[in-house]
């Protein structure tokens, strides 16, 4: 009974959609202002009920109703309350209906939040991800419906796989859908521009926060997926290139492109077009990451649904939503927006060529990830496009971009020249050299010179930032005051830069420098990797809640002293039959010692991987210094002050 | 006008793909080795120890190759279809029992009947890795001068039989 109370709030849910999307745009057409006001409530009734229908699934998995399908498919009686309630956003069904309150909850929060901005403007903003929310409420209703029950009700469920039976993915989805959803804030705001035919600095300020606050979401999101693969598969590795992280990883470098056009077309009127355009392919790609996991169309460790059914119900959902997009773009784009002069090596120039080096990243990122499709959609056969090209052509586009990073923090609006802004950077650039040089000296190696490009980088980005504040302190007498009175969105670009200058630095070392032995071993065997020596101690069997595990007692030592006692593990789960493996890692800030359970072999030995890993965690501290830069952003009172706002505003449409 | 259309065109060329895609199984890994020879080998064969088979024994006539073992469920499946073939429509199959162990191997034959002419005896698997074998059962169609011509990966069903295995054959003869 309960279910069918889910099954109709989502069904009302659609109905309250449909209207959330026909009378704001019929309103705006013909002029009914009554109608256009209709867009405001309906998005918070719409949230109520997916909200409902949300907390009706989750009652139904703590309650272990295997009467419902998507229970019975991902859940199991001995499953532990918090992975059963995890298992709501498991697969398929659950984690789309958490998109579509997901985005609910975005709409809400439009509507409460932008009191400075036109009404009509906002109902435009708010019948578009209306519209998004029609399109996904349909295809859940019609394809993927998580209150489906089964005819049949088993005694017991098929298990959460096991892989998703961990704290990290517990959070990962969640962050991940907040940051893949948030980017319809954009797009609603993209296209209420393009409908009204103008977009002014003021509008352009308020759509940043949203931005922002999505891309901090997605910069979590996908490095708590890094991390988490790094401490659960037992390889070590941290990145696939796999089509699903692609997926997620490609909005957030649109996403920070279209941060910093937006920066541009706030304070300077300029790069409208371009913003409009970011913003609409933000949400296309996060669209896309909906379709390549659900559709069948590539095989992953993450693909959710391989029905091709599915995948048509996506695919011209995308059709419609983007094409239509890009259509009206296409329609209002030429003579409505033009945006400001701008010469030389000015600030606009340094942040234009970033904007479109992240574009291009994002499409060679695309451009692998889809080319087998491609290849075999066209008859070609079946090829495979794998690390060695993206980590190539990668590091070749973020090379010019942290370059331009360095300098154009320095650069002036409006216009500047390059020989000013180098013989001002001379000195920094010095000093990154002498960094880099320094660092040969004591890393070594035969690949020092890759290695040292991105050691380069990074330390250039780190200098420059440092010349950056050291500038705006420079001559005061309190330097600590100073600081301390800097905007927060000046402390949060510095932060996040710097996060963007760690983790460079973090995956350049790790990359270059780890050291990884896959080796035999038993009770009583030592092996050394590097300057550490790994001794085997011996194994003990256990029973878990749903699995038994294997537990491999290991001692590190470091010139004779023990540095620690690792337990890695190797478990099996019952209900699913899948092997797990749980590493044991000695985690520090310049390096991780890793080790990891393979497989039993005879006599008593067990394949064992053991891997030195220097500054891996710069990874995703990295992220994390980006994320916080881009909270710290956000929190800046000019953002929130109406007045301080138009100020502001002001000011930039005076000069734009 | 015109530089605002691109990003639309282009966007209808990536729909293009994707849609296509929607069709293909990203699962159907075809076999490097079709239109090659048979890698060589010299094994044992069931039955008769003293007897060896190689590639050469291949020539001469168009056959099957099915890859099977004892411990495999799902040959257990496909067996019935294998017979028939044999029985029926007189096609030859040569038998590679992989991984398995000789006793275990002539039990399950005795339990299920024998639809093969000789069966190659692979307990190390060496010559499933050079087949590319990856998992089991796997059946190969092999033409009259050693060349492999077809991969089936799974078991067989009336679908492949009728529609490639049977046709393919006759076309080999």
């Given at each position: 009974m309960l279910a069918e109370i889910g099954h109709f709030a989502l069904v009302l849910a659609l109905g309250i959609a449909v209207v959330q999307v026909i009378f704001p745009f019929a309103g705006y057409r013909y002029g009914y202002q009554n109608w256009m006001a209709a867009a405001k409530p309906c998005a918070r009734i719409q949230f109520v009920l997916l909200l409902t229908a949300f907390a009706v699934l989750t009652s139904a998995f703590v309650q272990n109703d295997f009467s419902l399908a998507y229970v019975a498919q991902n859940s199991n009686s001995a499953l532990p309350l918090p992975y059963r309630i995890s298992a709501v956003w498991g697969a398929h069904e659950g984690s789309l209906l958490m998109w579509v309150l997901i985005l609910a909850g975005w709409t809400t929060a439009v509507s409460a939040l932008?009191?400075?901005?036109p009404d009509d403007f906002v109902s435009l903003v708010l019948a578009v991800m209306g519209l998004v929310s029609v399109g996904f409420l349909l295809f859940m209703l019609f394809t993927s419906n998580p209150f489906d029950r089964l005819a049949q009700v088993p005694a017991d469920g098929a298990d959460l796989n096991p892989l998703l039976q961990d704290p990290g993915l517990i959070i990962h989805p969640p962050l991940l859908y907040m940051g893949y959803v948030g980017t319809t804030v954009a797009f609603g705001f993209a296209l209420a521009a393009l409908i009204q035919g103008r977009l002014t600095a003021i509008s352009a300020r308020w759509i940043r926060p949203w931005v922002v606050a999505s891309w901090c979401f997605l910069t979590v999101g996908i490095a708590l997926g890094s991390w988490w693969a790094y401490y659960e598969?037992?390889?070590?590795?941290?990145?696939?290139?796999d089509p699903v992280e692609n997926a997620s990883f490609m909005p957030w470098l649109l996403g920070t492109a279209l941060i910093h056009s937006i920066a541009v077309t706030e304070k300077r009127g300029s790069f409208k077009n371009w913003t409009l355009l970011l913003a609409i392919a933000t949400f296309a790609l996060s669209l896309l990451g909906t379709f390549l996991v659900r559709s069948g169309v590539l095989t992953s460790v993450h693909a959710f649904a391989t029905d091709p059914a599915r995948g048509v119900f996506v695919l011209a959902l995308f059709a419609i939503l983007i094409g239509g997009a890009l259509a009206l773009y296409a329609w209002?784009?030429?003579?409505?927006f033009s945006g400001n002069r701008f010469e030389g090596a000015s600030r606009e120039t340094f942040l234009l060529i970033n904007s479109v080096l992240l574009a291009i990243a994002t499409a060679t990122v695309l451009l692998g990830t889809l080319f087998p499709l491609a290849h075999e959609a066209v008859g070609l056969g079946k090829i495979s496009v794998g690390p060695p090209y993206f980590n190539l052509v990668f590091s070749l586009v973020m090379t010019p971009l942290a370059i331009a990073l360095s300098f154009g923090q320095f650069a002036r609006w409006k216009s500047d020249s390059a020989s000013r802004l180098v013989s001002s950077f001379v000195y920094t650039l010095l000093a990154a050299v002498g960094i880099t040089v320094a660092a040969y000296f004591s890393?070594?190696?035969?690949?020092?010179l890759l290695a040292g490009v991105g050691i380069f980088l990074g330390a250039l980005v780190i200098l420059s930032v440092v010349r950056g504040i050291w500038d705006r302190c420079r001559g005061r007498k309190n330097v600590l005051l100073t600081l301390w009175r800097l905007p927060r969105a000046f402390k949060g670009q510095t932060l996040a830069h710097v996060g963007f200058a760690v983790t460079l630095l973090g995956a350049t070392v790790t990359s270059f420098y780890a050291v990884d032995e896959h080796v035999r071993m038993k009770p009583g065997d030592t092996q050394n990797v590097g300057h550490y020596e790994f001794d085997f101690v011996g194994l003990k069997k256990f029973e878990g809640p749903n699995y038994r595990a294997t537990e491999g007692h290991f001692i590190v030592r470091k010139n004779g002293k023990t540095l620690a006692e690792l337990y890695p593990q190797k478990r099996f789960y019952h209900v699913r039959n899948t092997p797990m493996t749980e590493a044991g890692i000695l985690g520090g800030l310049t390096r991780d010692l890793y080790v990891s359970l393979g497989e039993p072999l005879e006599a008593g030995s067990w394949s064992v991987r053991i891997h030195y890993k220097p500054l891996v965690r710069w990874i995703w501290l990295g992220a994390l210094f980006m994320a916080l830069g881009g909270v710290t952003a956000l929190s800046d009172p000019r953002l929130r002050n109406a007045k301080l706002a138009r100020v502001a505003a002001g000011s930039a449409a005076h000069n734009g | 006008m015109n530089r605002y259309l691109i990003p639309a065109v282009i966007f209808i060329g990536l729909v293009a793909i994707l849609g296509v895609g929607l069709n293909l199984d990203p699962r159907h890994v075809p076999s490097p080795l079709i239109g090659k020879p048979l890698p060589s080998f010299s094994l044992a064969s069931l039955y008769e120890p003293d007897r060896s088979i190689s590639?050469?024994?291949?020539?001469g006539k168009p056959r099957l190759l099915n890859v099977w073992a004892s411990w495999c469920s799902a040959c257990v499946v496909e067996h019935p279809l294998l017979i028939a073939l044999a029985q029926q429509k007189n096609v030859e199959i040569f038998g590679l029992n992989y991984k398995d162990e000789p006793r275990k191997a002539e039990a399950w034959l005795k339990k299920h009947n024998n639809p093969y002419k000789s069966i190659i005896v692979d307990p190390e698997g060496d010559l499933g890795l050079d087949l590319g074998v990856y998992g089991v059962p796997e059946t190969f169609v092999i033409d009259k001068l050693g060349i492999i011509r077809y991969k089936q990966v799974g078991p067989l069903d009336n679908q492949a039989i009728e529609e490639i295995i049977l046709p393919l054959l006759d076309e080999l003869s």
């Open positions: 932008e009191s400075e901005l598969l037992g390889w070590g590795g941290w990145w696939f290139w209002r784009g030429p003579g409505a890393l070594g190696g035969n690949d020092f | 590639e050469t024994t291949f020539l």
